[in-house]
């Protein structure tokens, strides 16, 4: 079992529900990004769109649909950081448990060169901090 070092609270708007009456399969992976977002602001201080990466690798395993009045909570684990990539799981979860389980892998990225970068050492020492607290 991962330990989720960060937890992000969401809450379902009426536009994520699609004609099933429940979450659209597609609205998972935005809750993952505004996980994301909130994580970088939380622990390296800055927003996602100051940061420059793109998103290579996003898998979604549904275990059950999220109906609305659900409050689904997001809870990621810094799996793995390397040079200029990192490596995130995810499990989105309800009072009623486990919606569907994830992994993203986000490169840090050069727009001028369009090439991928190191990810800056400061952003990597307290990433791997705030996991290993």
């Known amino acids: 079992m991962t330990d989720f070092e960060f937890t992000s609270e969401l809450q379902v ?8 009456h429940h979450v659209n399969n597609a609205v998972y992976a935005s809750y993952l990004e505004q996980a994301r977002l909130e994580y970088y602001e939380e622990v390296i201080g800055v927003g996602l769109t100051d940061i420059d990466t793109v998103l290579v690798h996003l898998e979604i395993d549904y275990r059950r649909p999220i109906e609305m009045g659900e409050s689904p909570t997001v809870h990621l684990h810094l799996e793995d950081i390397g040079e200029s990539s990192n490596t995130m799981t995810y499990e989105i979860r309800t009072n009623r448990g486990v919606a569907a389980t994830a992994e993203t892998v986000q490169v840090f990225f050069d727009p001028e060169t369009e090439q991928s970068k190191p990810i800056p050492g400061e952003w990597r020492e307290k990433m791997l901090e705030y996991r290993d607290q």
């Open 13 to 20: 708007r009426f536009r994520d529900i699609d004609a099933m």
